[in-house]
């Protein structure tokens, strides 16, 4: 019912941006949240940062002031603006959407920091 792609992923020196895109579609219900989980090798996926359909957002302590998420709803996309980019931001980040009662999520892309 719902397709999530994101996009963007790569490579990036520490320090450097990267943005990523999250392409909603299907059934998207007007009352929603989307956001990006992570998830590195041999740990958990992780929530990274979410949006709701207000506009209120929420952010892991370890990407505020670094990480910005937005979204366009007239479009159905998903953004993270990643910059000041460390190591430690290396994994497979996941676009995701909560509605209705359920969460669907996207195929995710990879992102390596190297140090």
């Known amino acids: 019912q719902v397709r999530l792609v994101e996009s963007g992923g790569g490579l990036v020196q520490a320090g450097g941006s990267l943005r990523l895109s999250c392409a909603a579609s299907?059934?998207?219900?007007?009352?929603?949240?989307m956001g990006w989980s992570r998830q590195a090798p041999g740990k958990q996926r992780e929530l990274v940062a979410t949006?709701?359909?207000?506009?209120?957002?929420s952010y892991a302590d370890s990407v505020k002031g670094r990480f910005t998420i937005s979204r366009d709803n007239a479009k159905n996309m998903l953004y993270l603006q990643m910059n000041s980019l460390k190591p430690e931001d290396t994994a497979v980040y996941y676009c995701?959407?909560?509605?209705?009662?359920?969460?669907?999520w996207g195929q995710g892309a990879q992102v390596t920091v190297s140090s």
């Open positions: 995701r959407i909560e509605q209705v009662g359920n969460i669907y």
């Open positions: 299907g059934r998207i219900s007007s009352l929603n949240a």
């Open positions: 949006i709701f359909s207000s506009g209120r957002t």
